[in-house]
């Protein structure tokens, strides 16, 4: 069973840089075919795709916000952690990572979310 | 970028009855080399994750009622649910997969009538 948990602060001020971290069990990020993405979602509003890495350490970003992000993993963890730069209060959102196991980039499994909300 | 819009935003479907969203992409999504259509369909409850309910545009996932069913091909999608159920109260988001970076529709919120 493949399950996956958000980690990181509920509050960050503007300006501050947000570090998230996803855990995952029961699926090996190093797996060939394996990928984990981080979504988000402003309150009552659509999903917005952040970011990709896949099990070979090829790595995706939103061209909208490429310069602020990054994405990286800990295999020996079997952790993926986001790091964005630079946050502003339009960037208050549930984050959620997920899990792309094979074939294409849809995903089947989900974090249940983290609430970050950026305020001075 | 691929821009998702999905019609109509919201509706209300009397139990039992057809429930069906629309999904248009600003460029195809069938990638000819495999013949494959590269769009997903998800269901979010509140307070939940969204969860997979059909892939490569008609690939019902596993344990999804077949109610589900997604049809389409190229620039245009559909997700019908044949008989809605009390449970299918839910926002439906499409979500191309073709290209970087993937994109989400806006959601469609469906109701009971």
């Known amino acids: 069973q493949i399950t996956l948990k958000e980690s990181g602060p509920t509050l960050v001020k503007p300006t501050q840089t947000l570090t998230l971290t996803c855990t995952c069990t029961?699926?090996?990020?190093?797996?060939?075919?394996?990928?984990v993405g981080w979504i988000r979602q402003p309150p009552g509003k659509a999903l917005e795709w952040l970011a990709l890495?896949?099990?070979?350490?090829?790595?995706r970003y939103s061209p909208s916000l490429k310069s602020r992000l990054s994405i990286t993993k800990d295999t020996s963890k079997n952790q993926v952690v986001l790091t964005m730069t630079n946050v502003d209060p339009v960037d208050t959102a549930t984050y959620y990572c997920?899990?792309?196991?094979?074939?294409?980039?849809?995903?089947?499994?989900w974090g249940q979310g983290t609430l970050v909300t950026v305020s001075s | 970028d691929i821009v998702m819009t999905q019609s109509p935003d919201s509706l209300a479907v009397s139990l039992g009855e057809r429930a069906t969203i629309n999904c248009k992409s600003t460029?195809?999504?069938?990638?000819?080399?495999?013949?494959?259509?590269?769009l997903a369909w998800y269901q979010q409850k509140p307070g939940q994750p969204p969860k997979l309910l059909i892939y490569?545009?008609?690939t019902r996932e596993s344990g999804v009622p077949d109610r589900f069913s997604g049809s389409g091909s190229g620039t245009d999608f559909t997700l019908t649910i044949s008989s809605l159920q009390a449970e299918d109260v839910a926002v439906y988001y499409c979500h191309q997969y073709y290209s970087t970076p993937s994109s989400f529709g806006q959601g469609t919120k469906v109701e009971i009538k």
């Open positions: 490569w545009a008609s």
């Open positions: 997920a899990v792309r196991t094979s074939g294409g980039s849809f995903y089947p499994y």
């Open positions: 890495i896949y099990w070979d350490d090829d790595k």
């Open positions: 029961g699926v090996s990020l190093t797996t060939s075919g394996v990928g």
């Open positions: 460029q195809s999504v069938l990638y000819n080399s495999d013949s494959k259509n590269y």
